[in-house]
């Protein structure tokens, strides 16, 4: 229950900063109110992870202490200002269209079934097992946010914003049963910041509701709503970015949008790296933006604009620079003798990797096209410059949040660019003209810099959000020619419903040859397709019903936390749904932690690769509510081992357990020998010579 503190600030921050727009006697809005809220709330919580660091005071009464504080301060604000009736998003005599109505509940579906699964399901991404919530677990027992050694320098080193917003959950809860909420908050963000971006750019209310409903069924939003990822939290600090900036534009520079819009800019950049790409060309836009204005101050706003992500991220570029002599994490980046040929190839593959579907033969295509466009290039399809790691290009189908495409969407924001260019009344609104450039720019930044890799896709999760104002403004635009175009649309339903279709036969295992029924179902349900999409008037209403029906596959079968068939969330035991990545870890990780229990043991060092799960052995000891214990990365030999001084040289583990053995049957560890006891197909458990026993 102390987790509440949290919510009830974020409410006090929403209804201060709504009391502050009426009180000034404008119009206030509850979505510029709510993203000013979130920035807020980020901000504070930065604050308290680093201040209460300095005194290694991260434990849970530092932190509900701290948030009690801020709850009493921002009631006592609240208090103190004038109040007028609120005025929401829509009047008491607003009417809803059909449309409109249909969105609204699908939308809210849809938040309510991924926030259902974010509750229920544990955090089992991969990354989140090696690193994302492992650095949450080391801050805590460390009670601080310093570095420490370990094998896996992701934990220390990547931008740490989502997982500092998680440690306040965590700390306070005591479990990671809420770790998932940052990830879905992020989506609602995103979700209403894209509606404020659409209003911005002189969208309608349909409109605006519409680019809320594109931005709800990204189907790697869909995924990632429900992980302790942080591509839609960085998402979400770019679009705060994003609004703040546009009304920069409107109203012109002014001390409280320069901190905001500084601020959102510093919080994405201290989520994910990322967040730079996406970034640049929209600060690029705005610093334009304020050199233009003829305001006396512009530079000094300037100043603060580009001071205040500085001041937010220096804490984390100096630890960075401490370890490496350098600010920044090391990341995938590619060389820097980038060329056209090697820019064309990695937006070529970035594309294809939303185009795929159940089909094979759709996909080997594809394929093939890709590779005969490189061979013209005369580039390698899988150049190791721009490659990560060697891995082999391929065009596929997957419900995985790591590796999922966003097929609808990207098709949709396809035809969006053409529109836009081929209409001359869209290209002469001028911001959203540049807001397409900007959105553009992002995505040849991301292939410029960023190596070609399996999992990209979660990558461009931001890029589909910036995206969908746009794509609901341009097809807005298009129901005037709707008829014209209406057997294109129809045959893009029927394609998206058969691939519906597709992935809930592959899911089912059902194969027409050995199911003949199946065939009459797929008649059927293309048929009501087909009807549906005939009768309708209005492209917006096709896409939109579209939309909802392809998203199902998404929100339904997620492939580490499906909601329906035999391994769903509420059958499986919520330790097991840890290793849905790996499902045979989960007796191999279990036999080493209860055998390490039975000698017994609680303080156990651990040497596991650098991509290695380091997270599960916590997961599982606290199934087997073993209360207090101590784990350490021990024997590191990577940049990180300088920090093995004070308690962490002191540290003497009864055990240590390990991923990578190579056969060993002794280690030594600060001057101690251990010897192997135990072993299994990936984990080995070493004991303390002085109380090994012979086999």
């Known amino acids: 229950?102390?987790?509440?503190?949290?919510?009830?600030?974020?409410?006090?921050?929403?209804?201060?900063?709504?009391?502050?727009?009426?009180?000034?006697?404008?119009?206030?809005?509850?979505?510029?109110?709510?993203?000013?809220?979130?920035?807020?709330?980020?901000?504070?919580?930065?604050?308290?992870?680093?201040?209460?660091?300095?005194?290694?005071?991260?434990?849970?009464?530092?932190?509900?202490?701290?948030?009690?504080?801020?709850?009493?301060?921002?009631?006592?604000?609240?208090?103190?200002?004038?109040?007028?009736?609120?005025?929401?998003?829509?009047?008491?005599?607003?009417?809803?269209?059909?449309?409109?109505?249909?969105?609204?509940?699908?939308?809210?579906?849809?938040?309510?079934?991924?926030?259902?699964?974010?509750?229920?399901?544990?955090?089992?991404?991969?990354?989140?097992?090696?690193?994302?919530?492992?650095?949450?677990?080391?801050?805590?027992?460390?009670?601080?946010?310093?570095?420490?050694?370990?094998?896996?320098?992701?934990?220390?080193?990547?931008?740490?914003?989502?997982?500092?917003?998680?440690?306040?959950?965590?700390?306070?809860?005591?479990?990671?049963?809420?770790?998932?909420?940052?990830?879905?908050?992020?989506?609602?963000?995103?979700?209403?910041?894209?509606?404020?971006?659409?209003?911005?750019?002189?969208?309608?209310?349909?409109?605006?509701?519409?680019?809320?409903?594109?931005?709800?069924?990204?189907?790697?939003?869909?995924?990632?709503?429900?992980?302790?990822?942080?591509?839609?939290?960085?998402?979400?600090?770019?679009?705060?970015?994003?609004?703040?900036?546009?009304?920069?534009?409107?109203?012109?520079?002014?001390?409280?949008?320069?901190?905001?819009?500084?601020?959102?800019?510093?919080?994405?950049?201290?989520?994910?790296?990322?967040?730079?790409?996406?970034?640049?060309?929209?600060?690029?836009?705005?610093?334009?933006?304020?050199?233009?204005?003829?305001?006396?101050?512009?530079?000094?706003?300037?100043?603060?604009?580009?001071?205040i992500p500085l001041f937010i991220n220096i804490p984390h570029y100096a630890r960075n620079f401490d370890l490496y002599r350098y600010p920044f994490a090391k990341i995938n980046t590619t060389p820097t003798g980038m060329n056209p040929g090697l820019l064309i190839s990695n937006l070529l593959r970035n594309m294809s990797s939303h185009m795929g579907s159940p089909s094979e033969l759709i996909n080997n295509t594809i394929y093939r096209l890709i590779e005969t466009i490189h061979a013209f290039l005369g580039v390698s399809i899988n150049d190791p410059r721009i490659t990560w790691e060697n891995y082999s290009f391929l065009v596929n189908f997957t419900l995985h949040e790591d590796t999922t495409g966003n097929p609808t969407h990207f098709l949709l924001a396809v035809v969006s660019v053409f529109v836009f260019v081929f209409s001359s009344k869209l290209k002469k609104q001028k911001n959203l003209l540049s807001y397409l450039i900007a959105a553009a720019a992002s995505a040849v930044l991301l292939s410029i810099f960023i190596q070609w890799n399996r999992w990209g896709t979660r990558y461009h999760l931001p890029f589909f959000v910036i995206f969908a104002p746009l794509i609901a403004m341009v097809l807005a635009k298009t129901d005037d020619s709707f008829e014209k175009n209406r057997f294109l649309l129809i045959l893009a339903g029927f394609l998206l419903c058969w691939t519906v279709l597709e992935c809930a036969r592959l899911y089912l295992g059902i194969t027409p040859a050995s199911y003949r029924g199946w065939f009459l179902a797929i008649a059927l349900y293309l048929s009501l397709c087909l009807l549906l999409l005939y009768r309708l008037k209005s492209a917006m209403t096709a896409v939109s019903i579209i939309l909802i029906v392809s998203s199902l596959p998404w929100i339904l079968l997620n492939r580490t936390r499906s909601m329906i068939g035999g391994k769903n969330i509420f059958a499986v035991k919520r330790i097991e749904q840890y290793f849905a990545n790996a499902e045979s870890r989960k007796k191999t990780y279990g036999g080493a932690v209860d055998y390490a229990l039975s000698l017994p043991c609680t303080d156990i060092g651990l040497i596991v690769g650098k991509g290695d799960w380091d997270y599960p052995f916590i997961a599982i000891l606290r199934d087997r509510n073993v209360s207090q214990f101590r784990i350490e990365h021990v024997n590191v030999s990577n940049s990180s081992a300088r920090y093995n001084t004070g308690a962490f040289k002191q540290f003497s583990p009864c055990a240590i357990i390990t991923t990578k053995s190579g056969g060993l049957d002794k280690i030594t560890c600060n001057g101690v020998l251990y010897k192997k006891q135990y072993s299994n197909e990936e984990v080995a458990v070493f004991r303390r010579d002085a109380e090994a026993k012979l086999n």
């Open 1 to 307: 229950m102390s987790t509440v503190i949290l919510v009830l600030n974020l409410l006090i921050f929403l209804l201060i900063f709504y009391a502050r727009g009426s009180s000034r006697g404008v119009s206030a809005c509850w979505r510029d109110s709510f993203l000013s809220a979130a920035v807020t709330w980020a901000l504070i919580s930065l604050s308290i992870t680093e201040f209460l660091s300095l005194f290694s005071l991260i434990t849970f009464n530092g932190i509900l202490f701290s948030w009690g504080a801020v709850f009493i301060a921002g009631v006592f604000i609240l208090l103190k200002l004038p109040h007028r009736k609120p005025a929401f998003m829509f009047s008491s005599n607003t009417r809803f269209s059909n449309l409109e109505v249909l969105s609204l509940f699908a939308i809210g579906c849809i938040i309510l079934t991924v926030g259902l699964i974010a509750l229920v399901a544990p955090p089992n991404n991969w990354d989140s097992l090696a690193y994302h919530m492992s650095r949450v677990f080391y801050w805590t027992q460390n009670h601080n946010v310093n570095y420490y050694p370990t094998h896996v320098p992701r934990q220390i080193t990547f931008s740490p914003g989502a997982e500092y917003m998680i440690l306040q959950l965590q700390a306070l809860a005591g479990n990671d049963r809420f770790a998932n909420l940052i990830q879905w908050f992020s989506m609602i963000g995103c979700i209403v910041g894209v509606s404020l971006i659409a209003k911005k750019l002189g969208a309608d209310r349909n409109s605006q509701i519409f680019s809320a409903l594109i931005c709800a069924t990204i189907p790697m939003g869909i995924l990632q709503g429900s992980s302790t990822q942080n591509d839609y939290a960085a998402a979400f600090w770019i679009i705060c970015f994003i609004n703040f900036s546009l009304a920069l534009f409107a109203s012109g520079p002014s001390p409280g949008l320069i901190f905001f819009s500084g601020s959102s800019l510093g919080l994405a950049l201290f989520t994910k790296g990322t967040a730079y790409l996406y970034t640049l060309p929209f600060l690029a836009w705005l610093i334009l933006a304020i050199l233009k204005n003829r305001h006396r101050n512009k530079l000094l706003m300037l100043a603060g604009l580009i001071a």
